[in-house]
């Protein structure tokens, strides 16, 4: 990977933990997610969502990019 898109990847992780504080998602939360992650889930090459209840995560192609509350609107095809 070159320096740049190291620069991303590292960026995308620090938003990801940031969302996950404002947004409260709890160790439950996480472990749910694991689980699904942990599934080697498909998702489309385009933006893509998984709503847990609790939060729904969004992202494009194989990369999570944010986390939503419940109630916010994700774009995207629903998984």
């Not at 998702?43 to 939060?55: L, T």
């Not at 494009?60 to 998984?79: I, S």
């Amino acid at each position: 990977m070159s320096n740049a898109a190291d620069r991303e990847v590292a960026a995308v992780r620090a938003h990801l933990v940031e969302r996950m504080h404002d947004r409260n998602i709890s160790i439950n939360d996480l472990d749910q997610l694991r689980l699904w992650m942990e599934s080697k889930p498909d998702v489309p090459e385009g933006p893509w969502y998984k709503n847990f209840d609790s939060f729904k995560l969004c992202g494009e192609g194989r990369y999570p990019k944010t986390f939503l509350l419940p109630n916010q609107l994700a774009r995207g095809q629903e998984l």
